[in-house]
C-alpha cells in the first residue's frame, strides 16, 4: 500500500514508540506519587512539556496534555467561554474549522452565546478584515484553524492575531494539521490558546495539548472535567505518561525536522499535482497551502467512488475528512462556493515522512487508470 492519508492520521515514528515503550514496561509510576516511580514519570511528563512547548515558542508552564485536539478545542471554547461569561458572550469563528470547533461552538450557541461564523472565498481563506469587521464589544474569543484538514490552507493567522491583540480579544487557533509542516510561534502570531495532536504529528493517538497563554494576557478557563489538581486544575485525571511522552518526541522531531521534510514533501506534492492532469482541479489556494497537502476536484467523477478503486489498487487516499467519510458534501468545500456534486467529486492526498516519489507516481497512474 502507498498512505497517502496523513491528514487523517499519520504512522507512528519508530523513535516515538521507542521512547514511549519504557513508560508502557518498567516506568509504570503515576506522575502524582511521592516516591521513585512517581518522580521517573512525572520528570517525563515535564519533559515532554518542555519538547512541546519548544515546538510552539511557549512556556512550559502554559501546555495542558489533553486526550487529543478535539478535547483541547472543547476545553479552548468551552472553557474560555465560561470563565469570560461576564465579560462577554460573543464567538468568532470561520466556516471551515474542524467540526470540533463548529459543532462546540453551535452547542455554545445554543446554550445562549452568539456566534458568528466567517466565511471564506474561493481560495479557502479568511480575510484579516472579515475577522475585525466580525468583533464586536461583546466578543471574547476568535477561533481560527491554522491549517485546514481537508484543502490544507494556512490561514494568515499572525494578521489575524494582530487584530484581536488590538482589539483585546483571545485568539484561538487549532494547529493540529499545521505542526512539524510549517512554522508556529504563538508570540509572533499573536495567538492565546492553541490545539496540538500527537497522531497527526507521526505520535500516538488519544494524546494532545492545549496552550494556554500565561502572561500577557494571562489566559483563564474552566475544566471541563472535575477530579484532580493535575495539569494546574485545568485538566484533572492521571496523566497519560506513555502518550505524552511520546507526544513530547514527535515534537522534538517536528521541530528539528520540519523544515526540511517540508520542502521535500512540497516537490513530491507538486509531482503528484502534475501527473494528475487538468481534470483534477485543486481546491483553495496553491500559494498558502501545507507542503503535503493536494485536495482536488475531478470532473464528473464520485470521489467515494475513487477512494474505493484507488483502495483496491493499493493507494490509501480519502475524499476529505475521515470523519464524514465522503457521503455527506464537505462543509468545507460548501464553504468553497462548490456545488453539492462538485463537493462530492473531491479526492484528498496527504503526503507525509515517508512518502516516495514512486507512492506519487503510482498513485497518479492508478487514477489515470481508473478515470
Ligand atoms: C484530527 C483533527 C482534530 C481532532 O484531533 P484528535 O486528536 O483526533 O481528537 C482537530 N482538528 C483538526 C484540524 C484535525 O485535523
Keep these: 500500500m502507498a498512505y497517502l492519508d496523513h491528514h487523517a492520521t499519520t504512522p507512528i515514528d519508530p523513535r516515538v514508540l521507542d521512547a514511549m515503550l519504557p513508560y508502557l514496561r ?42 487529543g485536539a478535539t478535547e483541547s478545542d472543547n476545553l479552548a471554547l468551552r472553557g ?67 491549517a485546514n484538514n481537508e484543502i490544507g490552507t494556512v490561514q494568515p493567522i499572525a494578521e489575524i492575531g ?54 500577557r494576557p494571562r489566559v483563564r478557563l474552566v475544566p471541563e472535567i472535575a477530579g484532580g489538581g493535575q495539569e494546574g486544575g485545568r485538566r ?37 499535482r502534475a501527473a494528475l492532469g487538468p481534470r483534477a482541479r485543486v481546491n483553495g489556494s496553491m500559494r498558502a497551502r501545507l507542503p503535503g497537502n493536494l485536495s482536488v476536484c475531478i470532473d464528473g467523477a464520485v470521489g467515494r467512488e475513487l477512494v474505493e478503486a484507488l483502495d483496491a489498487r493499493g493507494i490509501a ?16 468545500l460548501l464553504a468553497l462556493g462548490h456545488t453539492p456534486e462538485i463537493a462530492l467529486s473531491a479526492l484528498r492526498f496527504g503526503l507525509g515522512r515517508w512518502t516516495t516519489a514512486e507512492d506519487v507516481d503510482r498513485a497518479a497512474a492508478a487514477l489515470r487508470s481508473i478515470l
Design 236 to 272: 484533572p485525571g492521571t496523566l497519560n505518561v506513555a502518550g505524552i511522552v511520546g507526544l513530547g518526541k514527535a515534537a522534538e522531531i517536528a521541530q528539528a525536522e520540519g523544515p526540511e521534510e517540508a520542502r521535500r514533501v512540497a516537490v513530491l506534492r507538486d509531482r503528484l
Design 317 to 332: 487516499c480519502s475524499t476529505g475528512s475521515a470523519c464524514s467519510k465522503g457521503i455527506e458534501p464537505s462543509h468545507v
Design 26 to 67: 518498567e516506568q509504570y509510576g503515576n506522575p502524582g506519587s511521592p516516591h521513585a516511580y512517581g518522580r521517573a514519570a512525572d520528570a517525563a511528563v515535564e519533559r515532554a512539556r518542555v519538547q512541546v512547548a519548544g515546538l510552539l515558542g511557549a512556556h512550559p508552564s502554559e501546555i495542558v496534555f489533553t486526550s
Design 80 to 146: 474560555v467561554a465560561a470563565f469570560y461569561r461576564d465579560v462577554g458572550d460573543h464567538l468568532v469563528v470561520s466556516t471551515i474549522e474542524h467540526k470540533a470547533i463548529l459543532q462546540t461552538a453551535d452547542e455554545l450557541e445554543a446554550g445562549g452565546m452568539r456566534v458568528t461564523r466567517v466565511p471564506v472565498g474561493r481560495d479557502g481563506l479568511v480575510d484579516p478584515r472579515a475577522i475585525a469587521d466580525a468583533i464586536e464589544p461583546s466578543t471574547i474569543l476568535v477561533s481560527v484553524m491554522l
Design 162 to 215: 494582530r487584530i484581536t491583540r488590538a482589539r483585546r480579544v483571545l485568539l484561538h487557533t487549532d494547529a493540529v494539521q499545521a505542526l512539524g509542516r510549517i512554522p508556529v510561534d504563538v508570540d509572533r502570531d499573536g495567538v492565546d490558546l492553541l490545539s496540538v495532536s500527537a497522531h497527526k504529528m507521526y505520535g500516538p493517538k488519544g494524546v494532545g495539548a492545549l496552550f494556554v497563554r500565561q502572561r
